[in-house]
T-cell receptor, first 113, second 113 residues
Framework: EDKVVQSPLSLVVHEGDTVTLNCSYE??????LLWYKQEKKAPTFLFML????IEKKSGRLSSILDKKELFSILNITATQTGDSAIYLC?????????????FGKGTKLSVKP | NAGVTQTPKFQVLKTGQSMTLQCAQD?????MSWYRQDPGMGLRLIHY???????DQGEVPNGYNVSRSTTEDFPLRLLSAAPSQTSVYFC????????????FGSGTRLTVV
């Protein structure tokens, strides 16, 4: 069964800190890994990672995938209070649920002023 | 361009009542899906559709029905509401399953009393 595990489940930091969120996965036929940010409403798309070792960046956020070790990290530098959210990791496989997003439980990040 | 529209935003039902959660997208997306989000559980797939007339079950389909008579609409029906169906429901769509990014609706918060 395909599975996604995120750690930590929650994290409290102060503005200006750098954080690293972890996502490990087990999947039969990996296609891609996605990161989403969820504030009070719908998840919003951050990154889609398909190839190993290629970093994707958007402003202060970056992410990288390691397909050999089956994990991804999401880095946020110089955190701001607006980064407070739940960060969701999801995978897409070619397998039984092919094409469907399989989510981890999320990491709740709280950034204090 | 409205994206993915979900209605209603909030709903309270009594045990045993039935209702339909609406989801509509105007992006000509082939793929549509329904997720429920519960505290500590992440998002779990209920049903999905890869095109008009085609639907399939996800991880937690019991108690829910779907149909896809048009490309734009993918309603989720609760046949006989139970307190265990109290949750936040999200509809998500994509141009094609598993390849492109997924766009989420703003969610429906359902309480069954």
């Amino acid at each position: 069964e395909d599975k996604v595990v995120q750690s930590p489940l929650s994290l409290v930091v102060h503005e200006g800190d750098t954080v690293t969120l972890n996502c490990s996965y087990e999947v039969t036929n990996f296609r891609s890994l996605l990161w989403y940010k969820q504030e009070k409403k719908a998840p919003t798309f951050l990154f889609m990672l398909t190839s190993s070792g290629i970093e994707k960046k958007s402003g202060r956020l970056s992410s990288i995938l390691d397909k050999k070790e089956l994990f991804s990290i999401l880095n946020i530098t110089a955190t701001q209070t607006g980064d407070s959210a739940i960060y969701l990791c999801a995978i897409i496989s070619y397998g039984g649920s092919q094409g469907n997003l399989i989510f981890g439980k999320g990491t709740k990040l709280s950034v204090k002023p | 361009n409205a994206g993915v529209t979900q209605t209603p935003k909030f709903q309270v039902l009594k045990t045993g009542q039935s209702m339909t959660l609406q989801c509509a997208q105007d992006m000509n997306h082939e793929y549509m899906s329904w997720y429920r989000q519960d505290p500590g559980m992440g998002l779990r797939l209920i049903h999905y559709s890869v095109g008009a007339g085609i639907t399939d079950q996800g991880e937690v389909p019991n108690g829910y029905n779907v149909s896809r008579s048009t490309t734009e609409d993918f309603p989720l029906r609760l046949l006989s509401a139970a307190p265990s169906q109290t949750s936040v429901y999200f509809c998500a769509s994509s141009y094609r399953q598993g390849i492109y990014g997924y766009t989420f609706g703003s969610g429906t918060r359902l309480t069954v009393v």
